[in-house]
């Protein structure tokens, strides 16, 4: 069964830092873009970033451009997402997205989300 399971929320405050993984399993990771999105309360679902399948092409939402780091280890069938200078707007639940095989932007499978919440 194909699975997704984030890991590495939690409270920080403002300025700091949080390292996210999410583990896969079920796939060959390897030959599928991921993407980490997040929902922040009362607030819809915004895209924050994407690795292809070998990891040599990523992108950034503007608003994490320069502050947020993707990569993903194949080898682990683990994605991470480093973030820094974190922010109160970044607080959220994050997901790692898995991209069908068809288009980039069409995640067929979610993770259950983890939480991240950036206050003093």
Do not use: H
Request: net charge neutral; with cysteine; hydrophobic share 30%.
């Amino acid at each position: 069964q194909l699975q997704l399971a984030e890991s590495g929320g939690g409270l920080v405050q403002p300025g700091g830092s949080l390292r996210l993984s999410c583990a896969a399993s079920g796939f060959t990771f390897g030959n599928y873009a991921v993407s980490w999105v997040r929902q922040a309360p009362e607030k819809g679902l915004e895209w924050v970033s994407v690795i292809s399948g070998g990891g040599g092409i990523t992108g950034y939402a503007d608003s994490v451009k320069g502050r947020f780091t993707i990569s993903r280890d194949n080898a682990k069938n683990t994605l991470y997402l480093q973030m820094n200078s974190l922010k109160p707007e970044d607080t959220a639940v994050y997901f790692c997205v898995k991209s069908s095989g068809r288009a980039t932007y069409e995640y067929d499978y979610w993770g259950q989300g983890t939480q991240v919440t950036v206050s003093s």
